[in-house]
């Protein structure tokens, strides 16, 4: 089973816009990780905000987390064509395991 | 440094046949682990291994072997390949744990006819 659902599926804007995507998760976590991968390309780890957190930020990267409805949202600010690429959330539960939502495609158009 | 490389990029078998997927980290992290890429469905856990010479089964097990003999490698076996194991597979490493912030090579395109 997904922990961790990404949604939308599939985001396309123009570049200097912001681009918004949330995660919604089924249990209680111990932290929460968003990766983010180019086409035919491993993924990047991006940021980790672990549960007794809010919020944290990491250059144009702003990630919120709400345990109360279990979900998170990662902000993408000024967005770049460099930008374009699927983008995962990823919750670890109590269980040792990290689980991957399916992604959302973002594509910035120049 | 190389980080996490996978050999091959690309593999195609024919039912039945085994063959291992090669993964080495140079970062000297404790914590592997081996995940598959279906499309539309995320990334889903095979194995892993928290030090050498210890590893645990992930969420899909099934049909797929695993050793680590040394802290840089941690290959993949598949005993017997069967259709439903064409998938990408990426190797995974991490400093502080198998849940926490992963570095992964590149992937393996694996086709089972």
Redesign the interface.
């Known amino acids: 089973s997904?922990q961790?659902e990404e949604d939308p599926q599939a985001l396309s804007i123009q570049e200097g816009e912001n681009a918004t995507m949330n995660c919604s998760y089924k249990t209680s976590i111990?932290?929460l990780?968003w990766?983010r991968q180019n086409s035919?390309?491993?993924?990047?780890?991006l940021i980790?905000i672990r549960s007794n957190e809010r919020e944290k930020h990491s250059g144009r990267l702003r990630v919120t987390l709400d345990t109360s409805k279990k979900s998170s949202s990662l902000l993408i600010t000024a967005s770049r064509a460099a930008d374009t690429a699927s983008y995962?959330c990823?919750a670890?539960g109590s269980a040792?395991?990290?689980?991957?939502?399916?992604?959302t495609q973002l594509t910035v158009l120049p | 440094n190389a980080g996490v490389t996978q050999t091959p990029k690309f593999q195609v078998l024919k039912t039945g046949q085994s063959m291992t997927l090669q993964c080495a980290q140079d970062m000297n992290h404790e914590y592997m682990s081996w995940y598959r890429q279906d499309p539309g469905m995320g990334l889903r856990l095979i194995h892993y291994s928290v030090g050498a010479g210890i590893t645990d089964q992930g969420e899909v097990p099934n049909g797929y072997n695993v050793s680590r003999s040394t802290t840089e490698d941690f290959p993949l076996r598949l005993l017997s390949a069967a259709p439903s194991q064409t998938s990408v597979y990426f190797c995974a490493s991490s400093l502080t744990g198998v849940n926490e912030k992963l570095f992964f090579g590149s992937g393996t395109q694996l086709s089972v006819l």
Request: zero cysteines; charged letters at 10%; hydrophobic letters at 30%.
């Open positions: 997904q961790g111990n932290n990780q990766y035919g390309r491993g993924l990047v780890h980790l995962f990823a670890r040792r395991q990290l689980t991957f939502g399916s992604g």
